[in-house]
């Protein structure tokens, strides 16, 4: 085994249950992680599929009490899809952003854009149910990390992540949407670099880089919600407290949208 | 030292020389390994930052050898930014997205769609000079797996990558944009997931979260271009060989644009 100076380990704790709403998250991950032999430390980073946070907290929608709007009906008819499944997608949307090939493409209440407002029939139990985001995924973070203190003591950082499409670029990678103990952006800016320049842009999400790298080890079809970074150092580790939201770009700022 | 079975370790060669042109890139890397008693192994994915790559394929711009364009003097004088290297990212650009604040978002000849078209100041040596991206980075990861099998025998999958930014999220994060031994997208479209539904939209960009997990351990300052993801198990390294390209968009399918 090599013990480089500068590695960063992602460990996938496969040992978690069927999550279903009421249930201690905090303690699946706390047997999950015992399973698997692994003290979490306070300088672990531990990631979350959101989507065992949405199901712990009862983000769950049966369909067969979904009405679906004119709207719902007509898109969902023209494109072959589940009218009420649509029509929840578009309860969940702040604003559409594009609505076509039966994909919509929304802005969710939490500044969110991605496809379907994050509403998901994947990985999830029951045929008529589907998964909404988490309410507040910083406060989800924020209490999962809480509740870990409280157990065993450790502090360990907080990522809820999904998996998000983009523009200009196929397939989707995973994102941050909630953080607890760690500042989603590193800002290099104002720093020389190796030699001696300034930098001009270089804030770096590495939030979003964590949340893709855990991906590497939950895989998508599996039952590995839980992913601990270890051996992460950065000022985004020892710089306080960020939100979620950090990650969002204002309109008016933004170049690329 | 936990030895879970679902884990990928990311390891920084550290040792690295300044790299300039016509240097052999994959005995610098050999090296490093070396250095860092790290022997490569088949199953390895070599991530190394494109600015190396760049370097040794002399892609770089004497800014002192560049007539500046009516449109870039215009647009640096409005900006505070040297029309010179604004008519190197005017030269490497296909088209202009957007040109504005101080900042062009163009898409290059290869299909990236990003700011300044790749060209960076910074990590370069010498005041007056630009590093550009290289010409084809799928070739250049090509031949760097090809040099590596010469040397030693072994073919890791190879990755190039730079930094992005993106609509509607702050910050950048580290994209593939040239890949050789491994597909850039794993498609997950029609398995079953957990619950034996059929998942509808799941192609993950793998090679894109391999090159943001690698930027965990480069960092941005430090000089450590080369990393190593071990341990990661995917359909994407056994179905043979991919393109960076394939990461790319199509205008007409892009419901995100």
Chains 1, 2 share one sequence.
Request: with cysteine.
């Amino acid at each position: 085994m090599v013990t480089p100076i500068n590695s960063v380990q992602l460990i996938g704790l496969n040992e978690a249950p069927e999550v279903t709403p009421g249930m201690d998250l905090a303690q699946i991950i706390l047997d999950a992680a015992r399973a698997s032999d692994l003290n979490l430390h306070d300088d672990d980073i531990l990631i979350v599929t959101h989507k065992v946070v949405s199901k712990a907290e009862g983000r769950l929608v049966d369909l067969r009490d979904v009405q679906p709007s004119d709207l719902a009906r007509r898109f969902a008819e023209q494109w072959g899809k589940d009218a009420r499944q649509v029509e929840v997608v578009l309860r969940e949307s702040a604003r559409i952003v594009r609505m076509d090939r039966g994909i919509i493409i929304s802005q969710t209440r939490h500044g969110f854009v991605c496809a379907n407002a994050g509403v998901d029939a994947s990985n999830v139990a029951g045929e008529d149910i589907v998964c909404l985001l988490p309410v507040d995924p910083d406060a989800s973070a924020a209490g999962l990390r809480e509740a870990i203190r409280r157990e065993i003591g450790v502090r360990p950082a907080v990522i809820i992540t999904d998996s998000f499409g983009r523009p200009w670029r196929q397939g989707i990678v995973n994102v941050a949407i909630g953080v607890a103990g760690i500042q989603p952006l590193v800002d290099y800016r104002g720093q020389p670099d190796d030699h001696g320049r300034v930098m001009n842009v270089s804030v770096i999400a590495i939030a979003d880089e964590l949340a893709s790298a855990a991906e590497l080890v939950t895989g998508k079809l599996g039952r590995c919600p839980f992913v601990v970074a270890r051996g992460y150092t950065s000022p985004g580790r020892d710089s306080g407290e960020g939100r979620g939201s950090d990650l969002l770009m204002d309109a008016s700022m933004d170049l690329f949208r």
